[in-house]
């Protein structure tokens, strides 16, 4: 057997899989936050969620996005768990 390299096919498919994975979590993370009650939105937590998981995540890297996605579910927690108190 040679040691071929793998095809451009499956590299840019292996892409397009994490890209496409990011992007469904991505839309998840915003359907949670647009959930949240009048008193989530209010808090200034609120928009620097939705910064995070639209401007902030379209301008980064796709290595970078997981990381952000992340933060954003970090602070949709937050978010949440602040509108059960209030």
């Known amino acids: 057997m040679t040691n071929t390299p793998e095809p451009e096919t499956r590299k840019a498919r292996s892409f397009r899989q994490r890209y496409d994975e990011l992007e469904a979590r991505r839309a998840e ?4 936050l647009r959930a949240l009650g009048g008193a989530a939105r209010a808090h200034p937590g609120y928009n620097r969620a ?7 995540f379209r301008k980064s890297k796709l290595a970078q996005r997981l990381a952000i996605l992340q ?3 970090w ?12």
């Open 75 to 86: 602070l949709i927690d937050i978010l949440e768990r602040l509108s059960e108190l209030m």
């Open 71 to 73: 933060a954003a579910a």
């Open 29 to 32: 993370l915003v359907a949670r």
């Open 50 to 56: 939705m910064k995070l998981l639209n401007e902030t």
